[in-house]
Every structure is written in structure tokens, then in C-alpha cells.
């Protein structure tokens, strides 16, 4: 369990808000019990050293009715009384600001290595925008050990997210973003809700949390960040050569790495293929070309934002059919042509 000591040596980068709560709570806990028990042991002492023992002795100087009490060596006590209680509270008031300056700024580590995710509250739910295109509703899955800023707002009402297990709490209002973080030290399940009054399903408005081990965080990425591509003709048969396919997203310029890829149908099987290998989610368009201009070209917008299975049928191009339409009745021209020619073949025989 935290101690006292361990409020004053734990070093701030590794504390969370739940760390820094708890200390608080445990120096606030332990001085004012410390001077609770000063103040009661030394009142029962002067209880027990002054008390009235019955008839005073005649050496006894006692005051009179209306005389001033002297003595007391000028107040010394009451002045050290004073000056020790003046420094303890001036420094838990400095020691306390300086922690919850902490809390209000974060860890002092670089943000680029912190999961940065948005969450906009709705009458009644929570949806989740994470930093690298990743998008749920009413699931927030975040690693253990790693700082995690939330911005929140809200789509239509005033909104409060909290999760309590964490000592997380901001507000969610229209128009407005709020920013706070926190470190989850376990793995385990625990409720986010709201805590402003905001409608008949407030009640009900909760979410899952869920702190996984950053291995396991990993793998809950890549499964949302997949997807599988399939590529049917219009006959619903799969389309396993002359095409070129590519993506690229909407906000390419945006980011440091090139997101923009393409795919030949040796990356296919079969007319399907799974992409894993791409790190940011989003808006991606896509382009999928005939290389022997037998299929038309296809143009589209994929919403990327979690595991996605898109099926695109691929047309035959209208001067390929009008071709094959050209061939086929100079072709039937022909036959009919040859089956005149042996009619009148045959009747020049029969004659």
C-alpha cells in the first residue's frame, strides 16, 4: 500500500492520476492525524497536570476576579504554536498545487508517443476517434502503461465522460473541447459514464472501457485496421487478372508517411486479397484499372475507419462489348452469306 514516504520519492513520470489522488488523500490522512494526536495528548496532559485537586494550597498565587494573568515567558508558545502551523499548511498548499498542476498538464513525456483519441458524447452514447483513424461506438479499448489524452465534446446536449475507477473525469459541451489524460496500471473492464443530467436515457449511458496488455493492444489495432477486397465481373465470377488496383488516402499530405499503395493481381488470391499493412485509418479512394481495357475503370470512397469487407463488381467496358456485338453480326453475316451461297450450290445441282 502507498505510504506517506512514497507520496514525497515516487518520481511524477510514472505517477498516474489515481497515484497522484491517493497521495494527497494519504498526506492530508496522516498530518491531520498526526496533529489530531498532538493537539488531544497535550490538552489531556494540561487536563491531567492542571486539574482541580480540591482546596488550593497557601503558596498558591491565584488570580483574582478581574485581574490579568501574567506570566506565560511573553508568549513564546503561542508564537511557536503559530509559526509551525503556518509552515506545514503554506507547504501542503505549495506541495498539493504542485500535484494537481501535474494532474491538469500530464507526464512530462513527448505527447507523440501518447495515444491521443476523441470522444464525442450523444444523447445516449459515446462515440471514439482514435488518433490513427480507428473509430468505435460505446467500445474504448486502451493499453496498460501508456498515457492516454481524451478530447471530448458533445453532439448535442452538455455531456460529462468520467470513468471513476480511473479518476477520469471531463466535460463534454457543444461547440467546445475539453482535454485531459490518464494511465491505466491493470488490465480489466471498467465503466465510463456521464455525469451531467442529459435526458431521459442518462441513466443508461455507459461504456466500455477495456485495459489490455499493449501485445494484445496491438493485435485489436491490426484487426481493425483490415481490410479484405474482392473483385467480381458482372457475372458474380472472380476477376483474377488485367487490372491494377490502388489506395490512397483522402489526407495523404497531411501525414509524414506515404499512405498510398497499389496492388497487382499477384497479390491476390483468387480475386481476394487481405490488407493488413496499413497503419492509419480514414477515408481512402480507390482505383481499380484495366490493364487490357476489358473492364471499365472504378472509382470509389472506402470509409476506413475499423475492419472493412468490400466487394466491387467490375463492368465490362461498353467498346469491348460493342466490339464483340461487331464481331458477332459480321460473324453471323458471314454464316448466312456461306449458307446462300450453298442453297444455290445445291439448286444449280438439282437442275
Known sequence: MTTIFNAYTTPLEVQTRVDVFEE?????????????????????????????????????????????????KGGKKLFLSFGLSAIIVI?????????????????????DDAIEVEIEGWA?????????????????VIPTDEAIWIETTSRDV????????????SDAIPGEYDDTWFIAEETGVHDAECFELCG??????????????PDEYEAWVDEQLTLSITLEDQNEQRVTDGFELTLEHQDNDEFDDDLS???????????SIEIGDI??????????VST?????????????????????????????????????????????EAEATDDDTDEGGDD
Open 24 to 72: 494527497i488523500f494519504l498526506v492530508f490522512l496522516g498530518l491531520g492525524t498526526l496533529v489530531g494526536v498532538v493537539v488531544i495528548a497535550y490538552t489531556l496532559y494540561n487536563a491531567y497536570k492542571y486539574r482541580d485537586s480540591g482546596e488550593p494550597d497557601d503558596s498558591e498565587d491565584l488570580p483574582t476576579l478581574g485581574e490579568l494573568p501574567t506570566g506565560g
Open 292 to 336: 487490357d481495357d476489358e473492364f471499365e475503370t472504378v472509382e470509389e470512397t472506402i470509409d476506413f475507419t475499423g475492419p472493412t469487407d468490400e466487394t466491387f463488381t467490375l463492368e465490362f467496358d461498353d467498346l469491348e462489348e460493342e466490339d464483340d456485338e461487331e464481331d458477332d453480326e459480321e460473324e453471323d453475316e458471314t454464316d448466312d
Open 91 to 111: 507547504s501542503l498548499v505549495v506541495w498539493t498545487y504542485g500535484m494537481l498542476l501535474y494532474v491538469e498538464d500530464g507526464p512530462d513525456d513527448n505527447p
Open 261 to 271: 499503395f497499389a496492388y497487382e493481381p499477384e497479390d491476390f488470391e483468387n480475386g
Open 279 to 288: 497503419e492509419q485509418g480514414g477515408e481512402y479512394d480507390i482505383e481499380i
Open 124 to 140: 445516449f452514447g459515446w462515440d471514439y476517434y482514435y488518433d490513427n483513424g480507428i473509430e468505435t461506438t460505446d467500445e474504448f
Open 200 to 213: 431521459v436515457g442518462h441513466s443508461d449511458m455507459y461504456s466500455e472501457v477495456e485495459v489490455v496488455e
Open 158 to 169: 452538455w455531456h460529462t465522460y468520467g470513468i471513476s475507477d480511473l479518476r477520469v473525469k
